[in-house]
């Protein structure tokens, strides 16, 4: 079989074993093609593992849909049939941007991809207690905030009621001037 070529021009992929499947890398730019199945081969056989700290830092990193502008406008040749390889968030919501052939061929994975995508796969349940911490974090500074609207509001409406009783005070001083009897009477 013809070797494939490297999506960004450096030339033809070597190809190498990874957890039991023959994948092509590029030795320059260490992006990674895979045929169709053996991205979820490699997710499935679990071989690799990651020091927790690398685990953190990747998941940190992971989550949200869409496609950023700038990976859009990329244009990679599929290595099997030359089209165009669109970019997509991989699983939807990884956050991982892929280049996947609209033929079917397999996927275009830039240097670290990879192992992104399988930590990624392995602790996604992770990726989604971090999202509903911080969703409950947020509702929580809400409501923070909606107690310090609150009190804030009534603080002011006590500064309006005291400016207002102290002009009352102004006034019935002024009637008292002249009405002084009656005001006293009316004194409260
Ligand atoms: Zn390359
Ligand atoms: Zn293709």
């Excluded at 690398?54 to 496609?67: D, Y």
């Excluded at 990976?71 to 390889?85: H, M, V």
Aim: net charge neutral.
């Amino acid at each position: 079989m013809r070797r494939k070529n490297c999506v960004n021009g450096c030339g033809a992929l070597d190809e190498l074993q990874y957890e039991g499947v023959a994948i092509d890398q590029c030795q320059q730019c260490k992006g990674i093609w895979l045929d169709t199945s053996e991205l979820t081969e490699i997710i499935q056989t679990k071989k690799q593992s990651w020091p927790e700290a690398t685990i953190e830092k990747v998941l940190a990193t992971c989550g949200g849909s869409g496609v950023p502008e700038k990976e859009r406008r990329r244009s990679l040749p599929c290595p099997l049939c030359g089209d165009n390889l669109p970019a997509v968030n991989y699983q939807g919501n990884s956050g991982v941007i892929v280049n996947t052939c609209a033929n079917n061929h397999g996927v275009w994975l830039d240097a670290g991809e990879l192992s992104k995508i399988q930590i990624y796969m392995e602790n996604r349940h992770r990726v989604g207690k971090t999202f509903t911490d911080k969703h409950q974090q947020l509702l929580n500074d809400a409501e923070i905030g909606d107690k310090l609207r609150h009190t804030e509001s009534r603080l002011e409406r006590v500064k309006e009621w005291r400016q207002a009783s102290r002009k009352v005070s102004g006034y019935r001083d002024t009637r008292r001037d002249g009405f002084g009897s009656i005001f006293d009477f009316f004194d409260f």
